[in-house]
């Protein structure tokens, strides 16, 4: 595997760790998964009047193109009965591409459908927390630093769950 990527997935309806264990399973058919971060609950962002989230990331080797694995992840979201509405809005399942290294380098993806590093990925909190059990601290310190990000301004709860047993 050439390279690396990191996923963050999300779920607020039904049973949230289960969906977050099957999206696992899935993402298994297409990736090495090499770390998986703990689950923690986080209040919606945007549209808040949903259900709480649970949310983990994972690292993983991947021998897919950035859009093929894009492909795949909506296919997974959409066969766990995942339902486009309000943007924000409660989900099954949620799976996004934070980062991605390729050869042992964070690289940059700008298109029409994909940008990675994922753009909101700074301001959110749960990100932040669960992309620092993987293999990425020395690179967020280090992008937190460059950029002034103040993370004790990210006023966003979360709270530990479980870990994540696949």
């Not at 591409?97 to 990925?121: C, E, R, T, Y």
Request: proline share 4%; with cysteine; charged share 30%.
């Amino acid at each position: 595997m050439d390279s690396r990527v990191f996923l963050s997935l999300g779920s607020n309806l039904g049973d949230r760790k289960k969906n977050l264990q099957r999206a696992c399973l899935e993402l298994k058919k297409y990736l090495i998964i090499e770390e998986v971060s703990g689950i923690y609950q986080t209040e919606p962002l945007h549209f808040t009047k949903q259900n709480p989230f649970y949310n983990c990331g994972l690292q993983a080797g991947c021998s897919l193109e950035p859009l093929k694995l894009l492909d795949k992840a909506k296919d997974i979201e959409k066969r766990m009965g995942r339902i486009e509405s309000i943007r924000y809005g409660p989900r099954v399942i949620d799976i996004d591409i934070i980062f991605w290294a390729k050869q042992g380098k964070f690289i940059s993806i700008k298109n029409d459908n994909l940008i990675v590093p994922h753009p909101m990925w700074d301001k959110r909190k749960f990100v932040i927390k669960t992309m620092m059990e993987l293999n990425t601290e020395k690179w967020i310190n280090a992008y937190i630093e460059e950029n002034n990000i103040d993370i004790s301004k990210l006023n966003q709860e979360i709270i530990y769950v479980s870990d994540l047993n696949i």
